[in-house]
């Protein structure tokens, strides 16, 4: 378990030996919550204030809830299940994002992040919101297609590699052989219920990482199991990651830090509080270099 702000999250990646998935390198799985602020165990809200991102997209997807983005942009967004917050960092941007004062009273959802490859990190920031996405049915699976491509079908959010990222929701009893990208590896995990995921028991809290090289992978799952399918060509570029940036260098990761102590990254309107510090740069950390 890691804290973000108020809430336990469940980090799924990255792991000590396995930075990246594709060119996903960061899962939070959060919820579900009480958020309504009179529950016991209720966090009372989201609040993560203003920060700054490099070097990366932050991807929003929630299974209940709803939360409030805003960025340097300009950007303010709603978010609800089954719709995607897709914030494109590119060279900076800083955003923040909130539990409304009107919610719902229960959260759960995940924060992914993507890793933009050499080639287009310094692209210009950028915010999306998709509020319908394509959908099919697979042998008693609903799967909603929210990054990349799976089987032909393709969400129309901006991605920067090959890469697929899926909801699968069993509307019966699922037991199935998932057709995937065979030049991709993946990683499964269950956001709500267990399922059998190539051989193994999934519940939430896990994360299966599966290679390149597969053209399917075996699932059974009882009616209302939910689970997310990450993937993507494998990256094959080392990844300097640390608090809220993805860089190559050291050196981008001191002028980042500088740069947001220094107000660089622009203002985040409308939320009120204080903006987020940098932790101390510590030197263990820039010296760790991608294994995965
Ligand atoms: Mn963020």
Request: charge should be neutral; hydrophobic fraction near 45%; glycine fraction near 12%.
């Amino acid at each position: 378990m890691a804290t973000v702000g108020d809430m336990n999250v469940r980090r799924l990646l990255p792991l000590r030996l396995r930075r990246s998935i594709g060119a996903w390198c960061f899962v939070d799985h959060y919820g579900p919550m009480s958020v309504d602020g009179v529950g016991v165990g209720s966090t009372g809200a989201m609040a993560v204030p203003p920060h700054p991102h490099i070097g990366l997209q932050t991807v929003t997807w929630l299974f209940a809830g709803n939360v409030l983005h805003r960025d340097s942009l300009g950007s303010e967004q709603m978010i609800r299940p089954g719709q995607l917050n897709l914030m494109t960092s590119g060279r900076g941007i800083a955003h923040a994002e909130e539990s409304p004062a009107h919610r719902d009273p229960q959260l759960h959802g995940v924060q992914l992040w993507v890793a933009l490859p050499d080639a287009s990190r310094f692209t210009a920031p950028a915010f999306e919101h998709h509020a319908q996405l394509p959908f099919m049915g697979s042998d008693g699976f609903k799967i909603t297609v929210f990054m990349g491509c799976l089987t032909g079908t393709c969400s129309p959010a901006t991605t920067f590699s090959h890469l697929v990222g899926a909801q699968l929701v069993a509307s019966r009893d699922v037991n199935t052989h998932l057709s995937v990208n065979p030049d991709f590896e993946h990683a499964v995990f269950v956001a709500d219920g267990a399922a059998r995921v190539a051989g193994a028991e999934l519940t939430p809290g896990a994360l299966m990482y599966l290679p390149t090289g597969r053209l399917g992978i075996p699932m059974a799952a009882p009616m209302g199991t939910t689970l997310l399918l990450l993937g993507g060509v494998p990256l094959g570029e080392p990844l300097l990651m640390w608090w809220n940036f993805v860089a190559r260098t050291p050196h981008e990761m001191t002028a980042a830090v500088a740069d947001w102590r220094d107000g660089k990254f622009g203002e985040v309107g409308g939320y009120v509080g204080e903006p987020l510090k940098a932790p101390p740069l510590r030197a263990d950390l820039l010296v760790r270099r991608d294994r995965g």
